[in-house]
Nanobody, 124 residues
Framework: QVRLVESGGGLVQAGGSLRLSCAAS????????MGWFRQAPGMEREFVAA????????DYAESVKARFTISRDNGKNRLYLEMNSLKPEDTAVYYC?????????????????WGQGTQVTVSS
């Protein structure tokens, strides 16, 4: 069965960095685009970044552009999110998700499998 397991979250001071990782299993990872989403308490789940099956195409929310970098290793079935210059407003649970297709998408309904999430807390 499809399984997505996030790791790498934690508590960091504003201006710091974290690297999230998502281990994928149960499907042919190379055939699917992947994405990162986040959800803060009382807020809707929001798009953070997406990457195409090959890794050559990426897309970012405006709020994280130039600070976050999404990448993937198809040989290891791993998805990554490098987060730099973190701000308190980046505090949320971060989710890895599998797209229904091979190209980058930003709408949550276009993703069919989700991980359990990893907490990122940025202190001011």
């Amino acid at each position: 069965q499809v399984r997505l397991v996030e790791s790498g979250g934690g508590l960091v001071q504003a201006g710091g960095s974290l690297r999230l990782s998502c281990a994928a299993s149960g499907f042919s990872f190379v055939n699917y685009a992947m994405g990162w989403f986040r959800q803060a308490p009382g807020m809707e789940r929001e798009f953070v970044a997406a990457i195409s099956w090959s890794g050559r195409n990426t897309d970012y929310a405006e709020s994280v552009k130039a600070r976050f970098t999404i990448s993937r290793d198809n040989g290891k079935n791993r998805l990554y999110l490098e987060m730099n210059s973190l701000k308190p407003e980046d505090t949320a649970v971060y989710y890895c998700a599998r797209s229904r297709g091979a190209w980058t998408e930003s709408a949550p309904p276009l993703y069919d499998f989700w991980g359990q999430g990893t907490q990122v807390t940025v202190s001011s």
